[in-house]
């Protein structure tokens, strides 16, 4: 069974940072590609940032690019979202989602509680 625990949301102001996590467990290793996704209030479910399993190739909204850094940190198995100058349009619950095609990025149907990023103008 996957599980995946999303950590590190908050209340800033619009222009502070925040580092999300994502630290999955059973079946998904260091080698995995990852992605992360958020939804707003009444919003569909949006792609943000994905990181293949080798950690070198990354791929951006448009909406983030330039101000979201994702990575990874293998001995840790744990993934990352740096998220800088953070405006109130970028609100919402985020997610990580554990791709289903293992290196390669994919999305899957695994999907966690998320964790809730609020930015105040």
């Known amino acids: 069974q996957i599980q995946v625990d999303e950590s590190g949301g908050g209340v800033v102001r619009a222009g502070e940072s925040l580092r999300l996590s994502c630290a999955p467990a059973?079946?998904?290793?260091?080698?995995?590609?990852m992605g992360w996704f958020r939804q707003a209030p009444g919003k569909a479910r949006e792609f943000v940032a994905a990181?293949?399993?080798?950690?070198?190739?990354?791929t951006y909204s448009n909406a983030v690019k330039g101000r979201f850094t994702i990575s990874k940190d293998d001995a840790k198995n744990t993934w990352y979202l740096q998220m800088n100058t953070l405006k109130p349009e970028d609100t919402g619950t985020y997610y990580c989602?554990?791709?289903?095609?293992?290196?390669?990025?994919?999305?899957?149907?695994?999907w966690g509680q998320g964790t809730q990023v609020t930015v105040s103008s």
């Open positions: 989602n554990p791709s289903s095609a293992g290196r390669l990025w994919r999305p899957s149907d695994f």
């Open positions: 059973g079946r998904i290793f260091a080698g995995y590609a």
């Open positions: 990181i293949d399993g080798s950690g070198i190739q990354t």
